[in-house]
């Protein structure tokens, strides 16, 4: 009994995973950057920035979409400058000595093969706050990696709404 009550459970949870998926898919339902995908573009980054982390990581997401161009490309991701500070984040001694932030700017515009300006130069910024260990000041430097990190791959998920942005302008363009 236990065993036939045990698999009709099972087969209920995976027929009501399917219709919630199906119902997703039918209203339109997709992952942010997929637009990318199909686009038809083609990407490149380039840059005094071009060989920075961020830099890197954008190029590596343009890849995995299958948009990254080598050389020429119809859409150009101009990375300005990317900029990565420590800030003290208190304004008391005490506290200066307990807690920093990272803060991270990157300066970027998006031209078309002709260097014609789809988005002028924009500035985004991240910062975010973690705690020192002063007794443990490797794992501190480790932990300061990570939020940089994370900072940075916040910004590039940024910069790829700005590329989603840009194509849908630009389709909407082309059509009319």
């Known amino acids: 009994m236990c065993q036939i009550s045990w698999s009709i459970l099972s087969?209920?949870?995976s027929l009501a995973a399917?219709?919630?998926?199906?119902?997703?898919?039918?209203c339109g339902f997709q992952q942010r950057g997929q637009d990318l995908i199909n686009s038809g573009?083609?990407?490149?980054?380039?840059g005094e920035a071009k060989d920075s982390r961020l830099a890197r990581e954008l190029s590596a997401?343009?890849?995995?979409?299958?948009?990254?161009a080598q050389d020429a490309a119809e859409?150009?991701?101009e990375l300005i400058y990317v900029r990565r500070q420590q800030v003290d984040g208190a304004v008391t001694?005490?506290?200066?000595l307990l807690e920093q932030a990272v803060r991270i700017d990157v300066r970027f515009r998006i031209v078309?093969?002709?260097g014609?300006?789809?988005?002028?130069?924009?500035?985004?910024s991240r910062q975010r706050y973690f705690r020192l260990d002063r007794s443990n000041l490797l794992a501190t430097a480790a932990v300061k990696e990570q939020v940089a990190e994370s900072l940075e791959d916040e910004l590039v998920a940024q910069l790829l709404r700005s590329l989603n942005l840009v194509q849908q302008m630009r389709r909407v363009k082309d059509a009319g």
């Open 93 to 96: 001694a005490e506290a200066m």
């Open 75 to 77: 859409i150009t991701v």
């Open 18 to 26: 399917a219709v919630i998926a199906l119902a997703l898919v039918g």
């Open 41 to 46: 573009y083609s990407y490149v980054v380039s």
């Open 11 to 13: 087969l209920v949870k």
């Open 61 to 68: 997401r343009l890849f995995q979409s299958g948009v990254l």
């Open 116 to 124: 014609a300006e789809l988005q002028p130069e924009q500035t985004l």
């Open 112 to 114: 078309d093969a002709a």
